[in-house]
Nanobody, 116 residues
Framework: VQLQASGGGWVQPGGSLRLSCTTSRSIHDFADLGWYRQAPGQQREFVASLGTGVRQNYADSVKGRFTISKDNTKHTWYLQMNNLKPEDTAVYYC????WGTGADEWGNGTLVTVSS
């Protein structure tokens, strides 16, 4: 497994979780680091990405609540999720896009459930 995601779980509305994605390769192999999610019966959708330097992009639905970051020394990137809502319930997948080809590497999914 090239990318290993973890950190999902159950949380009440308003709660927080931090997802992690660790690569068995070098994090520097990837030009873009991201998170996507797929809710039951829906297509996978973009959540957040971190490009070269500190360029960050977020889906409108998570702006102001989610933060993507990375730790190069640990070859890991994170998704800090605050003020979670029931509509955030989904399987979250981490993604890396390789330099040059832009090919995608996908991690395993980690389930996030937000409910009372």
């Amino acid at each position: 497994v090239q990318l290993q995601a973890s950190g999902g779980g159950w949380v009440q509305p308003g709660g927080s979780l931090r997802l992690s994605c660790t690569t068995s390769r070098s994090i520097h192999d990837f030009a873009d680091l991201g998170w996507y999610r797929q809710a039951p019966g829906q297509q996978r959708e973009f959540v957040a990405s971190l490009g070269t330097g500190v360029r960050q992009n977020y889906a409108d639905s998570v702006k102001g609540r989610f933060t993507i970051s990375k730790d190069n020394t640990k070859h890991t990137w994170y998704l800090q999720m605050n003020n979670l809502k029931p509509e955030d319930t989904a399987v979250y997948y981490c993604n890396g896009k390789y330099w040059g080809t832009g090919a995608d590497e996908w991690g395993n999914g980690t389930l996030v459930t937000v409910s009372s």
